[in-house]
């Protein structure tokens, strides 16, 4: 059995919370805060009542008790970190990460901010605790890329990326070229069902997508790269004529994140591809083509937002963390 604290109840974490609670994957919730309330309880959790209590009132438990008070206080293994991004300053969620770790306790984020931003000084301080921090859930939503590139590619050299990494843009794009949507539309659709970010500017920009690269480039090339060093221009300037004129060529429009080393390229942009090409992928499906030295060219797809797809992410590397560190009775 492995205790976890839940920190953030939005999208992703009511969805790690329901599938905790529905399968039976060895995990209790020991621990659970949203941005206004905190509950604790070393035997576990109601998660089905608190769950309807943020349902009905917004907020899920006490609120004399913080986020901050449960990454303190409550008994864990592993904390679940699942706020909003920050793409500025990466709290607060850089916080709670540290003082979890300083607790000697894993972490598990589907928070891109703090793995793009402080990626290096959190990795050094949880190899300091002992302890483990993974993040697959911040790139590429239910995508194993990180397994895949840890165990599955072990050996090989990485010499490219590309990529379809923003779910809400991809969304868009396909709504808007398959049904004529106008991009606001495309865009309150997106939102209405959870996939754009808390601040939608971060994908239809391109942001979300550049944290993202950012995310894998450091992770692969441990170059310590930055979202500043990114060439970046989103869809959000995208007008529907564009789309029509690409469709007249046998074309479309995605938004493609890459990475060329050997060409100092790191770019995410619009681009006009042919349908038939294998990142052409439609509604919220990312997809990842990786050029390596031996596989040569792997192509990972599969759904890239969305609260249950994300919590497969974040429950393969609690499952992963459990396997590995966990020996609780
Ligand atoms: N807003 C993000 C997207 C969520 O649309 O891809 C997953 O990171």
């Known amino acids: 059995m492995m205790n976890v604290a839940l920190i953030g109840l939005g999208s992703v974490g009511r969805g790690v919370a329901g599938m905790i609670a529905k399968k039976d994957l060895g995990i209790t919730i020991t621990g659970i805060a949203d941005s206004k309330s905190g509950g604790m309880d070393p035997n576990g959790l109601d998660i089905a009542s608190l769950l309807a209590s943020k349902t009905r009132k917004g907020y899920c438990g006490d609120k004399k008790i913080s986020a901050s008070d449960v990454i303190a206080q409550a008994d864990y293994d592993a904390l679940i970190e699942v706020t909003p991004t920050n793409a500025l300053t990466g709290e607060p969620a850089?916080?709670?990460?540290?003082?979890?770790?300083?607790?000697?306790?894993?972490?598990?984020?589907?928070?891109?901010?703090?793995?793009?931003?402080?990626?290096?000084?959190?990795?050094?301080?949880?190899?300091?605790?002992?302890?483990?921090?993974?993040?697959?859930?911040?790139?590429?939503g239910a995508i194993p890329i990180m397994h895949t590139l840890e165990h599955g590619l072990a050996g090989n050299e990485i010499l490219a990326l590309y990529g379809v990494l923003n779910g809400t843009c991809n969304y868009i794009l396909t709504r808007m070229a398959a049904e004529g949507l106008t991009y606001e539309q495309a865009l309150m659709e997106a939102r209405e069902m959870g996939y754009a970010e808390a601040d939608p500017t971060y994908d239809v920009q391109g942001i979300d997508a550049a944290i993202k690269l950012v995310?894998?480039?450091?992770?692969?090339?441990?170059?310590?790269?930055?979202?500043?060093?990114?060439?970046?221009?989103?869809?959000?300037?995208?007008?529907?004529?564009?789309?029509?004129?690409?469709?007249?060529?046998?074309?479309?429009?995605r938004l493609i994140a890459e990475a060329i080393p050997r060409k100092h390229i790191l770019r995410v942009s619009p681009r006009i591809i042919e349908k038939n090409h294998p990142l052409v992928v439609d509604g919220t499906l990312n997809?990842?083509?990786?050029?390596?030295?031996?596989?040569?060219?792997?192509?990972?797809?599969?759904?890239?937002?969305?609260?249950i797809?994300?919590?497969?992410?974040?429950?393969?590397?609690?499952?992963?963390?459990?396997?590995?560190?966990?020996?609780?009775?």
């Open 309 to 329: 797809e994300t919590a497969s992410a974040i429950i393969g590397d609690l499952l992963f963390i459990k396997d590995r560190y966990v020996q609780r009775a």
């Open 215 to 253: 995310i894998l480039a450091n992770t692969i090339w441990g170059n310590g790269i930055r979202l500043n060093d990114v060439d970046r221009t989103g869809i959000d300037l995208l007008t529907p004529d564009a789309l029509r004129l690409a469709d007249d060529e046998g074309c479309t429009i």
């Open 287 to 307: 997809a990842l083509t990786l050029e390596t030295d031996m596989a040569k060219e792997i192509t990972l797809i599969g759904r890239g937002a969305g609260s």
């Open 94 to 140: 850089i916080g709670y990460i540290k003082a979890a770790l300083i607790r000697k306790k894993h972490v598990v984020t589907s928070n891109k901010g703090p793995i793009a931003l402080a990626y290096k000084e959190l990795h050094a301080l949880a190899v300091k605790k002992g302890v483990a921090l993974r993040y697959e859930a911040t790139v590429a």
